[in-house]
């Protein structure tokens, strides 16, 4: 007779009469995590497409234009989509400095004796510093590095005035730099409040190193149109963003900035949008694919709610905006929903309305969404939105699901090891029973060939 083992005997009756039940709860856990991991990689796709059409939003438009001078290193420019194709000339007659003084021979002085000082700027602002304070390394004396950094620690400097302090020929010297260019941020030192004496005397006579000016540019070259301001970078060209580098002597030629359309850069930009939408595209038909003989399916395969999201997104790209189609600027989709680019098509498109692609794509804003970006951020909102947004809700979802399968799993395990329990004990008084009756029988053969 074989020997009973009572372990094993128990481990399969017990894995029997829990297997039906483990084989559920193996199969929805699985998939409950398979939803869960696919949630998350529809989060990515859908927040790396969102984040591309904030970026196209934000950027100077689709409309793209290249600036070129008639000769360099007087000026940059940068455009916008809202410039215009043309040319325009400027004299520089000056460019805005930002104002540097030097206080030469600031002496170290007590600190008893270092009352507050003023700095004042010619646009009316103004700030105090306290130079009782600003001792330091409580040596009993103020330094110049010490007073400098008094100045920039002032509760309402913020940057109006930069203090430094530099050495020239051994010679230890305090600078003041304005924060910002123009006659607006001229300098003055205010130090009456000192006693009279060498500190008092130093701050009253600073040495101008730059002085304090504006730009001035004639737009239409010397004669035009005058224009003056604190800043060198001027935008009075809508569209158009200039900086001037440097000043022309009286007998240059007008610098000449010509706008012109750049439809490569233009295709570039409208490239950027097809490629952020066929990346989403791409996974949202992994996520739903309907599988085969020889491909998986897809996790959201049946799911209606993931495919209207996808409907959606074709349904926007179908939309006419301001009476105008994307096939009508050269996008147009293939038979799995891939976008492509007619380039011929999008600059004759342009060539007849420079502004169809402002009106069709718009922009991506969470106050006033317009056009394409705008239609598609703010459906995505709908599924982002953190806490209430559908992906949020499916996942909320999904884990209450996953603690309610945690909790069987742990009842199932205790119904096995119950059962385990109840039929180890069972078979091991069987064993037991069993090897007794071998013994007897072993005793019976004995006495019967005795």
Do not use: C
């Not at 004669?223 to 200039?242: C, D, H, P």
């Not at 603690?403 to 059962?419: I, P, V």
């Amino acid at each position: 007779m074989a020997t009973l083992d009572p372990v094993t005997t128990a481990t399969q009756l017990a894995t029997a009469y829990t297997q039906a039940t483990q084989t559920r709860l193996t199969t929805q856990t699985q998939t409950a995590q398979k939803e869960s991991t696919a949630l998350n990689t529809l989060r990515s796709a859908l927040s790396a497409f969102d984040t591309a059409l904030s970026s196209l939003s934000s950027s100077k438009g689709l409309k793209q234009f290249s600036a070129s001078f008639n000769n360099s290193g007087i000026a940059t420019a940068t455009t916008s989509s809202t410039a215009q194709a043309g040319s325009y000339q400027f004299h520089v007659e000056q460019l805005a400095t930002a104002h540097q003084v030097v206080f030469e021979d600031l002496p170290a002085v007590p600190v008893a004796l270092g009352g507050p000082i003023t700095v004042q700027l010619q646009d009316g602002s103004s700030f105090n510093v306290n130079l009782v304070a600003a001792d330091s390394d409580s040596n009993g004396t103020i330094s110049q590095a010490e007073i400098a950094r008094a100045i920039n620690q002032a509760n309402d400097n913020q940057g109006k005035v930069v203090a430094s302090v530099v050495t020239s020929g051994g010679q230890t010297q305090l600078l003041l730099s304005a924060g910002k260019t123009g006659e607006g941020g001229e300098i003055t030192v205010n130090a009456s409040s000192l006693p009279a004496g060498a500190l008092q005397d130093a701050f009253n006579a600073p040495r101008e190193l730059t002085a304090a000016q504006d730009a001035v540019v004639w737009l239409g070259g010397q004669g035009g149109v005058r224009m003056q301001q604190a800043s060198n970078t001027f935008n009075s060209i809508e569209g158009v963003s200039l900086t001037f580098t440097r000043a022309m002597t009286a007998s240059e030629s007008p610098l000449t900035l010509t706008v012109s359309d750049d439809m490569s850069g233009t295709a570039d930009k409208v490239g950027e949008f097809i490629k952020a939408y066929n990346t989403l595209r791409t996974a949202l038909d992994t996520l739903t694919k309907a599988g085969g003989e020889n491909s998986t399916a897809g996790v959201f395969a049946s799911d209606a709610g993931i495919r209207s999201l996808g409907s959606k997104l074709n349904s926007l790209l179908r939309t006419e905006y301001s009476g105008i189609s994307l096939t009508e600027l050269g996008v147009k989709a293939d038979r799995n929903g891939q976008l492509s680019l007619d380039k011929t098509r999008l600059e004759k498109a342009l060539q007849a309305d420079p502004a169809a692609l402002d009106k069709v794509f718009g922009k991506a804003s969470l106050s006033a969404p317009t056009g394409l970006l705008g239609g598609m951020s703010k459906y995505l909102d709908q599924w982002l939105t953190s806490g209430s947004g559908q992906i949020a809700s499916r996942q909320n979802s999904i884990q209450i699901l996953q603690k309610n399968l945690t909790t069987r799993q742990t009842r199932l395990d205790a119904q096995y090891n119950s059962a385990y329990q109840r039929y180890l004990q069972q078979f091991t008084q069987l064993a037991t029973l069993q090897a007794q009756m071998e013994q007897t029988s072993g005793l019976f053969a004995q006495v019967s060939t005795g």
